[in-house]
């Protein structure tokens, strides 16, 4: 069984087992316009929840990219660094960011359902 | 103050455009393909682009106003024909740029287009300086259209004939469903197009017209990417009170005539720069890799020491890489100096290079 979760910085987290994989939401792309930069944390680091885990860049502006919960990288997408127009693409599938061995699960409980996110962001570019 | 929109208003929301204030006016940053495409389309095909925000004075008057105006301008206005056109500067006494500009002999006077964010300034400055002798009209009644790209002549040729015997730099009156519209062949792209004046009541008729012809709108955006990849100068970030012509690396627009005799605005400065050299330029940066530098990114040299600042960075689609400009101290402004750029905490390597970064493909004499 997978979960996947929404955070307010518009990052999707899906957890399976105890690894999880973390992008930007199809509304994160929307409001960035296209990208055309993208960098990611290094393998082997251990990334704090809510902390910087990367950088997405479009024609406009530079934003950071945070990562929803607490974890060592095990894995990063190279596909999007050397091609960051596919995060526009299928953002919130194969364009994924980075892969976590996340540290406590119930950090997942602080975040937003599909239905939640959904209004928040409705709300939030409105 | 109310937020001023253009005549095109109403297209630019039927076209779902993304809205930003620019200069006080309500513009479209983009359209819903967004600014890559944008940008492409441009290159390809033709591009709109709605200026109507840019301020187009009007200035009437005979010899006397030639004089006039080259105590102003550093051009060689008196030998200017009519209907040809040539990009300048309003500068201030120590030569330091009000606004870019370009300047169009037409019957009876000048046409001077403007930048929105400097028009209001100009006028004040120049109206200051020609006082009451000579008709001048800021004209909020016209709108100005700009279509630029390879198929923007074939595009504007099939609404307005004649238009493609225009040369680059050059412009004519002409004459449409009893409209008097004003069209130069220029533009802000690196790509060969026009620039359209028409009264405000016909700008929206008139774009739907070549929409239908194949052209689509562009928003600021695109324009942005498209002449920072032809290496020209935005106001506000190449440009200010604080940097020179001479400095920009403008000084192909200074009239060699005009130095010689001096006795315009800044004329001292700028011939003492001319002389003895400046100790910042203007230059195109290339960094390697994807890495984006933008405006205000510090810039070092091998040393670690500090030589400027970035004016202009984004990625530039049709280069597929990251362009940018900015200025440098002197010793560091040749072409393929390796240079340093500071992004988020990281110096990331970059080498002075050439402008343009995209080759331009303007009309030079079709005649």
Known sequence: MSEVKYSKEHEWIKLEGDTATIGITKHATEMLGDIVFAELPEKGTSVEKDGTAGVVESTKAASDVYTPVSGEVVDLNQSIVDDPSKINQDPENSAWFFKLKIKDKSEMDTLMNKDEYDIFAKESSS | ?367
């Open chain 2, 1 to 367: 103050m109310d937020i001023k929109k253009t005549s095109l208003y109403q297209l630019h929301q039927d076209s779902k455009a993304k809205f930003v204030e620019f200069a006080g006016y309500q513009m479209p940053i983009q359209y819903s393909e967004g600014i890559v495409e944008e940008h492409r389309f441009t290159r390809n095909h033709s591009g709109i682009f709605d200026v109507s925000h840019m301020g187009q004075l009007f200035i009437y008057g005979q010899e006397d106003l030639v004089d006039d105006l080259e105590r102003i301008f550093p051009l060689d206005l008196k030998n200017l024909k009519l209907n040809h056109s040539k990009y300048s500067f309003l500068m201030s006494d120590t030569a330091g740029i009000y606004d870019d500009l370009i300047i169009t002999k037409i019957k009876d006077g000048f046409l001077i287009i403007l930048n929105a964010a400097c028009k209001e300034n100009d006028y004040k400055i120049l109206k200051g300086l020609l006082t009451d002798r000579y008709k001048m009209i800021l004209d909020e009644e016209r709108s100005l259209i700009a279509i630029q790209g390879p198929k923007s002549v074939e595009i504007l040729n099939s609404v307005i004939q004649g238009v493609e015997n225009l040369n680059f730099m050059s412009g004519n009156w002409f004459t449409l469903d009893d409209h008097n519209i004003y069209i130069t062949r220029s533009g802000y792209t690196g790509e060969d197009g026009f620039e359209v004046s028409l009264t405000n009541e016909f700008a929206d008729r008139f774009t739907r017209r070549l929409i239908d012809k194949g052209a689509k709108l562009i928003g600021l955006g695109a324009r942005d990417t498209l002449r920072l990849e032809a290496g020209l100068c935005l106001y506000g970030h190449e440009l200010s009170k604080d940097k020179t012509p001479v400095e920009a690396n403008l000084k192909w627009a200074i009239s060699k005539e005009r130095i010689l005799k001096g006795n315009f605005i800044g004329s001292d400065i700028i011939t003492k720069q001319l002389n003895n050299g400046v100790s910042k330029i203007r230059v195109g940066i290339k960094p390697e890799g994807r890495i984006i530098a933008r405006e205000k990114t510090k810039i070092y040299n091998e040393s670690n020491l500090e030589i400027g600042e970035i004016t202009s960075g984004t990625f530039g689609p049709s280069v597929n890489g990251p362009v940018a400009m900015g200025y440098v101290e002197n010793e560091f402004s040749k072409k393929n100096t390796k240079i340093f750029l500071e992004v988020r905490g990281k110096k990331h390597p970059a080498t002075i290079c050439e402008l343009p970064f995209y080759k331009k493909s303007y009309v030079k004499g079709v005649n």
